[in-house]
Nanobody, 122 residues
Framework: QVQLVESGGGLVQAGGSLRLSCAASGRTFSSYTMGWFRQAPGKEREFVATIRWSGTGKYYADSVKGRFTISRDNAKNTLYLQMDSLKPEDTADYYC???????????????WGQGTQVTVSS
């Protein structure tokens, strides 16, 4: 099992920044590809970004590319999402997820955090 706890959400004005954190415990964090997802009210959960377990590959949804940065600190067992130039349409609950299989080539979320709310006012 991998336990994930997100933090860092809140209310911010459009154009502002927030940094989300996801603290992991349980199995070896450094062996898992990690990702961020979000779910806006009335919408399905959508992919935001992933970072490979090796740290060398980062992938972003087109809607956040150039504004969000995913990173990880394996020594601290923590995943981050730096969100800049925030827009009202970024308002959602944000979830971190860990791959279901360590050191895999793909990414299939198998473990989820409880989410943290981000609200961007116009």
């Amino acid at each position: 099992q991998v336990q994930l706890v997100e933090s860092g959400g809140g209310l911010v004005q459009a154009g502002g920044s927030l940094r989300l954190s996801c603290a992991a415990s349980g199995r070896t964090f450094s062996s898992y590809t990690m990702g961020w997802f979000r779910q806006a009210p009335g919408k399905e959960r959508e992919f935001v970004a992933t970072i490979r377990w090796s740290g060398t590959g980062k992938y972003y949804a087109d809607s956040v590319k150039g504004r969000f940065t995913i990173s990880r600190d394996n020594a601290k067992n923590t995943l981050y999402l730096q969100m800049d130039s925030l827009k009202p349409e970024d308002t959602a609950d944000y979830y971190c997820a860990a791959d279901s299989t360590p050191r895999s080539r793909g990414f299939t979320p198998g473990f989820w955090g409880q989410g943290t709310q981000v609200t961007v006012s116009s």
